[in-house]
């Protein structure tokens, strides 16, 4: 099993391109997370989704948008970057077990510079 | 609102000491608590969480950690550092509903020193 694996792994971008950033997961996990990652902020989460065709927003979602068509996939879009959103980004993956509250298991990331 | 605070940038160790990482939460009802490690240019990995039960949890790596209720507290800790422990440690909270949706801290660096 590959995991959660994320494409690209790096971009630079000019302020106003647009670009999406891919996370695929083969664990049929139903939930999935979008996070971004700056120093002495933790991780945030930004969008996610509890199955296939729903997203919800999570603490910081403006200027992204996401899509989950299929389970195993889940889409961040940046429409107009800006250099706020230089950041290293996050997928996650998690599965409905019970009542339980399980682990996420994390994509390696993408390092994303907005010149 | 839940929130975690991790009150320490960075924790140094000497290797074969005992260390502790620490954690408090705040958040309505019963927390779901985690800890999770980052080695660098690398994903978070999951270390242990506790859900409810016995307060001390055991995880990976010989890692363990005590949920304490009165003081909403739920510290790292580990008998004997390793220079190989060195990294970025996370806790994490979330509570029943959430979707699985947790608030992390700003994360602990740890350093253990040969």
């Known amino acids: 099993n590959a995991g959660v694996t994320q494409t690209p792994k790096f971009r630079v971008l000019k302020t106003g391109q647009s670009m999406t950033l891919l996370c695929a997961q083969d664990m049929n996990h139903e939930y999935m997370y979008w996070y971004r990652q700056d120093p002495g902020m933790g991780l945030r989460l930004i969008h996610y989704?509890?199955?296939?065709?729903?997203?919800a927003k999570g603490e910081v979602p403006d200027g992204y948008n996401v899509s989950r068509l299929k389970k195993q996939n889940f889409l961040l879009g940046l429409e107009s970057a800006a250099p706020s959103q230089t950041s290293v980004y996050f997928c996650?993956?998690?599965?409905?077990?019970?009542?339980?509250?399980?682990?996420?298991?994390f994509g390696p990331g993408t390092r994303l510079t907005v010149l | 609102a839940q929130s975690v605070a991790q009150p320490e940038d960075q924790v140094n160790v000497a290797e074969g000491n005992p260390l502790t990482v620490k954690c408090t939460y705040s958040v309505s009802g019963n927390p779901y608590l985690f800890w999770y490690v980052q080695y660098p240019n690398r994903g978070l990995q999951f270390l242990l969480k506790y859900i409810t039960g016995d307060n001390l949890v055991k995880g990976s790596y010989g890692f363990e950690a005590e949920f304490n209720k009165s003081q909403t507290s739920f510290h790292l800790k580990k008998p004997s550092a390793l220079v190989s422990d060195s990294a970025l440690y996370f806790c994490?909270?979330?509570?029943?509903?959430?979707?699985?949706?947790?608030?992390f801290g700003t994360g602990t660096k740890l350093q253990v020193i040969p």
């Open positions: 996650a993956s998690s599965y409905l077990l019970g009542q339980g509250y399980n682990e996420q298991f």
């Open positions: 994490a909270v979330s509570y029943p509903g959430g979707y699985q949706k947790v608030t």
């Open positions: 989704s509890v199955g296939e065709g729903t997203t």
